[in-house]
């Protein structure tokens, strides 16, 4: 199969060249932050490291970390690297977890993250022929914006949904032959289910391929949206602090995503110790930024925990690898000692046959975690016995014991009644940090 | 032949049953029968109602988790033992009652009993063969 690729000197570059080219990029980016952040500067004068003690990416370990409290910490301006008036346009993070976070563009900062979306957009397989159809919220979110400006990098026909209003999104996917969807897996999803209520198979969906990141999936559920729709499905990644979507993101092997490591230099730590871990090992991902002008991040505890791999890899891009993120540090839960993420709870379920539609709820009595987890169960799988129900508790709860090694209690109860917020269901209450 | 029962989940709290009566208050619609079965953490009504549609409707709209399952209505004499007789059919047959409930009729001296089987038509093959008279959805909206 030809392998498209939209900046191939870039994706397709030997390791040593690579290497290069990120230590001459990473001596330029520690010398502007450190002129221009006095935030990042105290960092560096704390730790005793002066920017020309950074000669290449051999150097990096040295540098001080930075984290989501320190963005907080700096908010809105103290992290700005630029005069404001060289800015032209911000993004926010959603703020569900604490204050929100701002982040800062130049034009040229914009110009590189279109750059990363397109390189996403040509590996799954888009072209200037495609009807790219951005279905992201649009607005301080980065997904909207970051893949609209990729699409038409490509040159494909983009139609800027936004996200909602799925009545008009299928509309327009079907009067206009949209070819790739971009928007959050669940939300593919939900498009999916819609077009199969009203009649539609796989092969009366124009689509081709879809990109969707933002939020975790699982291979289960890739692999019902790809029947459902019709399509491959490639996962994008990245964050509002380092730019947005398109830090790293799916060729057509779909076995971990490729980060535009031109851009943003990845290491893997050890999340207690800081101590950066050799490759293959999983451990906290680390984004150092190599061109940004307005928000730069050196050093940048993503709290996902994932795996870089520099594995030949079939499309031919030689960028290293990332794994689906397992998890983040601040997710994970320690449970009778036990480290249990929410991903594989919701691995479970969907191989189970369940929405992914759950809560955990974790307290400590009498010295003992209790492990509860709420599952929504859908009507077709509700039955008028209560001796079923159990049933179907017992069993999702063994299976949940395989996955986990510790039993948690189910609760099945009625669909849409576990708390959501801003949409975004609340996925752990842990009632023994009120303690 | 068989009657609809609606079955509605609800979360065994305080409340709860209180919401579903009156939604179908509020609708115009009429208990013919309801029967719970509790656990800890949920229940599970079990409604006979003059107008299944309508009801099924309603909930709908207000989100509950509801299954309309068909169900054996059978009519009883009002005296010691006519429940033991119906059952005795059942057992001769080797039908498994999965649960029942029974309520009495207004005017008329005699019970109806709802019975939850695997299979409807044996069970009131059993009873028809047996002399019982079955109720059927007519009968439930007249009632």
Not at chain 1, 72 to 81: E, K, N, S, T, V
């Amino acid at each position: 199969m030809a392998q498209n690729f939209y900046q191939k000197e870039i994706e397709t570059m030997s390791p040593e060249d690579m290497k290069k080219l990120q230590s001459e990029k990473l001596v330029k980016q520690v010398k502007h932050v450190y002129e221009n952040v006095p935030y990042y500067k105290n960092l560096m004068d704390e730790k005793g490291v002066k920017p020309e003690d950074i000669k290449g990416i051999e150097d990096l370990h040295k540098l001080p970390f930075l984290t989501k409290a320190d963005l907080r910490d700096a908010y809105p301006y103290g992290l700005l690297a630029t005069p404001l008036e060289n800015c032209v346009r911000i993004h926010s993070t959603s703020g569900t977890t604490g204050k929100r976070v701002v982040a800062f563009y130049t034009q040229k900062d914009i110009d590189l993250w279109e750059d990363c979306c397109a390189r996403a957009i040509v590996a799954a397989g888009g072209s200037k022929k495609d009807v790219c159809q951005v279905a992201y919220g649009y607005g301080l979110f980065t997904g909207g914006f970051g893949l609209n400006g990729g699409s038409q990098r490509v040159g494909c026909l983009t139609l800027p949904m936004s996200s909602g209003n799925t009545e008009r999104q299928i509309q327009f996917m079907m009067d206009l032959n949209a070819t790739i969807l971009c928007c959050t897996p669940s939300y593919a999803a939900y498009i999916g289910e819609s077009l199969k209520e009203q009649g539609y198979k796989p092969e009366d969906i124009p689509l081709k391929a879809g990109i969707f990141g933002a939020e975790p999936w699982t291979e289960e559920m890739r692999r019902s949206i790809e029947e459902t729709l019709g399509i491959k499905a490639y996962d994008i990644y990245g964050l509002t602090e380092s730019t947005g979507p398109g830090v790293s993101f799916e060729c057509s092997e779909q076995t971990g995503m490729h980060i535009n490591e031109d851009h943003f230099l990845a290491e893997i730590i050890d999340p207690d110790t800081g101590e950066v871990l050799p490759e293959g090992e999983k451990g906290e991902l680390v984004f150092t930024s190599l061109d940004k002008e307005a928000f730069p991040l050196l050093r940048y505890r993503t709290r996902d925990i994932c795996v870089l791999s520099r594995k030949k890899c079939s499309c031919g891009r030689t960028l290293v690898k990332m794994a689906k993120p397992m998890g983040r540090t601040d997710d994970m839960l320690i449970i009778r000692g036990v480290n249990v993420f929410p991903s594989q709870i919701e691995t479970v379920l969907l191989k189970e046959g369940y929405e992914p539609n759950y809560q955990i709820v974790v307290d400590r009595v009498n010295n003992n975690d209790t492990f509860e987890v709420n599952v929504e169960m859908t009507s077709e799988q509700f039955t008028d016995k209560v001796s079923d129900v159990l049933k179907m508790e017992k069993s999702l709860a063994n299976a949940m014991k395989i996955m986990l090694g510790i039993n948690p209690t189910i609760h099945l109860v009625a669909p849409k009644t576990i708390a959501r917020s801003e949409g975004k269901a609340v996925r752990v209450i842990d009632k023994r940090k009120l303690i | 032949m068989a009657i609809k029962q609606l079955t509605v989940f609800v979360p065994n709290r305080k409340g709860t049953i209180v919401a579903v009566t009156d939604i179908l208050a509020k609708n115009n619609i009429n208990m013919r029968a309801l029967s719970i079965a509790e656990t800890e953490d949920f229940g599970i009504l079990r409604l006979i109602v003059n107008d299944e549609t309508a009801a099924e409707k309603v909930l709908n709209e207000s989100d509950y988790l509801i299954k309309v399952v068909d169900v054996v209505g059978v009519k009883i004499g009002d005296e010691p033992g006519k429940l033991t007789e119906a059952l005795d059919v059942l057992d001769k047959a080797d039908i498994n009652v999965e649960y029942l409930y029974a309520f009495m009729a207004r005017t008329e001296k005699h019970a109806y009993v709802v019975l939850r089987v695997e299979n409807n038509e044996c069970a009131e093959n059993a009873l028809t063969s047996a002399g019982f008279k079955l109720i059927t959805e007519a009968d439930v909206n007249k009632l």
